[in-house]
């Protein structure tokens, strides 16, 4: 089963106001997309994502993620996604709405083992309220309410049979459970999340927030690290090549500011230290670029489902004055981490010439990392 997530981000989302697209705007310290993309990106089996745009939004799509244009109605929308996919390779797909960013890893999960054994499966809730029919601000009538659902997404399927279903089907269907239904195909329901909402009015935002925050997961590391003097010309330091009248001895290009927040991202994860995953007694990381060491603690946050939220830096030394590269230091740092610069903070401080920094024995860093998940 290869499948791919089909996500519809098309709408204009006027009934949410706003003044822009609900997809784009922020919640939770990112982008409703981004929320939405994130949450199929990070799953281990969907293998690729795509999304559906208004041509007018190109500029906020996600560097790389792959889009197609959507059409006036989201059926119009979900049909120019699926007819994208067709030849790609995808054997199944999971169409969802943009406007539901709190999905879980687990309703996915859900949803494709359902595809196992079904033609569709899709999410829903049965009602738990009453259900009345109204007019003009008086109850007309009493609805049962035994067998009804409020359907969710994703709604997934084998892609050859939604998308010929799609292509027969009239238009106008809420859903594309409603399209499948048209065709004969046979789906399954499977227990639907609350939390998986639909922003579609502006209060729906402070419920989405809530449900987001209330499953953040903030995790903090530190690191310490030093390296004594020796012979040299330069020193190298966050990154940077600096002119010096001595060098820095050890193993690696002995970056210590490097080593520090490598530390403290490995040390955030609770994955021991710069050490374990690059034994000192192993030679091929003799004179290693520290960069290497940043990247694969940057990569193992990635990997672990956390994303680096601020990361910070004290360089203790006595000479080279480090104020003058301190912006260069954090791009440096910034581009290893795959984060924002503004993210990424370099100070520097002396010992007042007190203890081995102070007599010029060499420098000591200090780094503290704060991640954040999902
Ligand atoms: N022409 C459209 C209309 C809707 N959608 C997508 O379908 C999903 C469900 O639609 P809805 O919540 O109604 O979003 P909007 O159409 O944006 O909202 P509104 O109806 O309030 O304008 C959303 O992810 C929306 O972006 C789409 O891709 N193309
Ligand atoms: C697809 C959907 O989210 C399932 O509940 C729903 O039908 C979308 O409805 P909308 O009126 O387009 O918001």
């Given at each position: 089963m ?5 996500i519809v981000?098309?709408g204009?989302?006027?009934?949410a ?24 990106a ?25 889009w197609?244009?959507?059409?006036a109605?989201r ?9 994208a ?28 083992d ?20 109204g ?27 939604i ?13 594309d ?24 009015r ?8 809530n ?8 995790r903090?590391?530190?690191?310490f690290?030093?390296h004594?003097?020796?012979p ?24 210590v ?13 609770a ?6 995953h690059f034994?000192?007694s192993d030679?091929q ?22 994303r ?38 370099v100070k ?16 000591a ?10």
């Amino acid at each position: 089963m290869h499948t791919a997530a089909l996500i519809v981000a098309a709408g204009r989302g006027l009934r949410a106001g706003g003044g822009q697209p609900k997809q784009w705007r922020a919640l939770a310290g990112r982008r409703v997309a981004d929320w939405t993309v994130d949450a199929f990106a990070r799953h281990p089996r969907i293998g690729a994502v795509r999304l559906v745009i208004h041509p007018a939004d190109a500029g906020e799509v996600p560097a790389g993620l792959p889009w197609v244009a959507g059409g006036a109605t989201r059926a119009e929308s979900v049909r120019a996604g699926l007819e994208a996919l067709e030849g790609a390779g995808v054997s199944h797909v999971l169409i969802h709405d943009v406007a539901r960013p709190c999905v879980t890893s687990a309703l996915i999960e859900a949803v494709l083992d359902a595809l196992e054994t079904h033609d569709g499966a899709a999410p829903a809730l049965p009602l738990t309220d009453a259900l009345w029919r109204g007019a003009e601000g008086r109850v007309t009538g009493i609805e049962p309410r035994a067998g009804l659902f409020r359907a969710q997404t994703p709604q997934g399927f084998r892609l050859a049979a939604i998308l010929a279903a799609h292509r027969a089907h009239p238009g106008g269907a809420a859903d594309d459970v409603e399209v499948a239904r048209a065709a004969g195909i046979d789906v399954a329901i499977v227990p639907g999340d609350e939390a998986n909402l639909k922003i579609t009015r502006a209060e729906d935002f402070s419920r989405a927030e809530n449900y987001l925050r209330g499953r953040m997961d903030v995790r903090t590391g530190n690191g310490f690290d030093v390296h004594a003097f020796g012979p040299g010309d330069h020193v190298i330091l966050c990154g940077l090549r600096l002119p010096h009248d001595r060098g820095l001895r050890g193993h690696s290009d002995a970056d210590v500011g490097m080593h520090a927040l490598t530390d403290a991202l490995y040390g955030a994860l609770a994955e021991g230290d710069i050490g374990r995953h690059f034994p000192p007694s192993d030679p091929q990381w003799k004179g290693a670029d520290s960069r290497l060491f940043l990247r694969h603690a940057a990569e193992r946050v990635r990997a672990r489902g956390y994303r680096l939220s601020g990361a910070d830096v004290t360089l203790i030394c006595e000479r080279p004055k480090i104020g003058p590269h301190v912006s260069a230091m954090q791009a440096e740092l910034a581009v290893e981490l795959g984060i924002e610069p503004d993210r990424v903070s370099v100070k520097a401080t002396t010992s007042e010439r007190l203890g081995f920094t102070g007599r010029e024995e060499g420098i000591a860093a200090l780094a503290t990392a704060t991640l954040i998940s999902p």
